[in-house]
């Protein structure tokens, strides 16, 4: 199964994180990307149903039923959802590229937080993820490949 980047930006590893929680592979393994630009909107990286949606960030489950958490910048919480526009709520079934957040990385950035956005896969073993992506990508550009269990 492919996990799609739901933004345009840079892509780096989970380790170039300012968050130990992330940067330690502690939420799951996968990558980050560098939003390229400063305002955008942000996609479901794979089919499936969403079961959670913040401002900053939400997870779906696909239908192979494996989790994947985007989170938008880092510390966002704190922001309580200014400068995000959710379109999408929890229960919604989503194909992969469907608009889910519009946020501005620089208004993010602007306030002194990091606009990196991890995309992670839930409750899987990292061997069976692999990153298929570095340097620049598009939406809905392949990221990320879970093997099968």
């Known amino acids: ?3 799609t980047a739901p933004l345009a930006g840079e892509v780096v590893g989970l380790e170039a994180v300012p968050d130990v929680v ?8 996968g990558a980050a990307i ?3 630009t400063d305002a955008l909107v942000v ?7 969403l079961v959670k949606v913040h401002p900053h960030a939400f997870a779906l489950v696909t239908h192979e039923g494996v989790g994947v958490l985007v989170h938008l910048g880092i510390d966002t919480v704190g922001l309580r959802g200014e400068g995000f526009e959710v379109l999408r709520a929890e229960g919604d079934v989503v194909s ?3 608009p889910v ?3 501005s990385p620089a208004e993010v950035r602007a306030r002194g937080l990091s606009a990196v956005c991890p995309v992670v896969v839930l409750d899987v073993d990292p061997s069976r993820v692999s990153v298929l992506s570095s340097g620049a990508a598009g939406p ?3 990221l990320l490949e879970v093997a099968p269990a």
């Open 1 to 3: 199964m492919v996990v």
């Open 43 to 49: 996609s479901a990286p794979a089919t499936g149903t």
């Open 34 to 36: 560098e939003p390229a």
């Open 140 to 142: 809905g550009d392949p």
């Open 101 to 103: 957040v519009r946020w």
């Open 22 to 29: 992330f940067a330690a592979g502690m939420v799951g393994p």
């Open 96 to 98: 992969a590229g469907d």
